[in-house]
């Protein structure tokens, strides 16, 4: 029930396209899911997070989509670039609780 | 504003050796987190702590020792190092008040021969 499931493991995107990583959990106790991008060489770094309480929100060319029944909510990153080439990583956490992370997917973006 | 520094970045040591990571972060933020980080695995927290003398076991604390005396620096005992802790190793702070985004630093990489 602590688990979140990231999938793909890897990822490759021609440049411009549309890179989406998908990432499921089974506890309904859940009300915080980040996502956290991280560089080769560096520690992981908040990129964008969202409540239950919406279905979506969108910084830029990064967008949360949350589908509560489904117990899914997925990263689109549009307009994909080279510079996005990254780790990304999911999580979830209840009420200030310690983060569950899944288990990361390595994205390229080739230009 | 230095924000969150672990040293050394990179440690070599030996099988039984006993080894401690440093964690220094300047925000005062009451929670410091220990992770390690496998391929395959994602990212799989040791040890966390809520504020200076209070720490407590996560997933993997198996192996691993932690102190906090003072807020600022939440270092990480190896008692005696054994090839299957070869790892990257992240500490992470977050305030208790300002939103839960945790912060890392930028990582040790170790290597038991």
């Known amino acids: 029930q602590q688990q979140v499931k990231q999938s793909p493991q890897s990822l490759i995107v021609q440049k411009g396209g549309i890179s989406i990583i998908n990432c499921a959990y089974e506890n309904t106790a859940f009300d915080y899911f980040p996502w956290y991008q991280q560089f080769p060489g560096k520690g992981p770094a908040l990129l964008i997070a969202?409540?239950?309480d919406v279905s979506e929100k969108k910084e830029g060319r990064f967008t949360i989509s949350f589908n509560k029944s489904a117990k899914q909510f997925s990263l689109h990153i549009m307009d994909s670039q080279p510079g996005d080439s990254a780790t990304y990583f999911c999580a979830a956490s209840r009420s200030n609780y310690q983060l569950i992370w899944g288990a990361g997917t390595k994205l390229i973006i080739k230009p | 504003d230095a924000g969150i520094t672990q040293s050394p970045r990179y440690k070599i040591t030996e099988t039984g050796r006993q080894v401690t990571l440093m964690c220094h972060q300047t925000w005062s933020h009451s929670y410091m987190f220990w992770y390690r980080q496998d391929l395959g695995h994602g990212l799989r927290l040791i040890y966390y702590s809520a504020a200076a003398d209070i720490t407590d076991k996560g997933e993997v604390p198996d192996g691993y020792v932690v102190s906090r005396s003072k807020t600022e620096n939440f270092p990480l005992t190896l008692e005696s190092a054994t090839r299957s802790q070869t790892s990257v190793y992240f500490c992470?702070?977050?305030?208790?008040?300002?939103?839960?985004?945790?912060?890392f630093g930028p990582g040790t990489r170790l290597l038991v021969l």
């Open positions: 992470a702070s977050r305030s208790e008040s300002k939103g839960e985004t945790q912060y």
């Open positions: 969202i409540r239950p």
